[in-house]
Nanobody
């Protein structure tokens, strides 16, 4: 079982940037698709971005296209989510997760981190 740990969340103002990181403990995960999801209070967990194990193909939710960038460094066993031009509606707990499928569906992901809070507020 891969345990994932997210970091990099915080309180920022609209228009600011943050970079989230996700690293596993335990065995390496280089053959997994890595995904980022987010969950705002009272809402369902939504897909944000995914990157396949090679670091090539990427998927983004329409709401973050052009603002967020997912990347991974398999040598460091770390996946990143660079978030630019943040908006209040980006406020949520952000989770990373692993999957054997290149997918936007949370049901395809089987290992989840505990999440990191991102709050965008003036």
């Amino acid at each position: 079982q891969v345990q994932l740990v997210e970091s990099g969340g915080g309180l920022v103002q609209p228009g600011d940037s943050l970079r989230l990181s996700c690293a596993p403990s335990g065995r390496t995960w280089s053959r997994y698709t890595m995904g980022w999801f987010r969950q705002a209070p009272g809402k369902e967990r939504d897909f944000v971005a995914a990157i396949d194990w090679s670091g090539g193909p990427k998927l983004y939710a329409d709401s973050v296209k052009g603002r967020f960038t997912i990347s991974r460094d398999n040598a460091k066993n770390t996946v990143y989510l660079q978030m630019n031009s943040l908006r209040s509606e980006d406020t949520a707990v952000y989770f990373c997760a692993t999957s054997y499928q290149f997918s936007t569906s949370a049901v395809e992901y089987n290992n989840w981190g505990q999440g990191t809070q991102v709050t965008v507020s003036s």
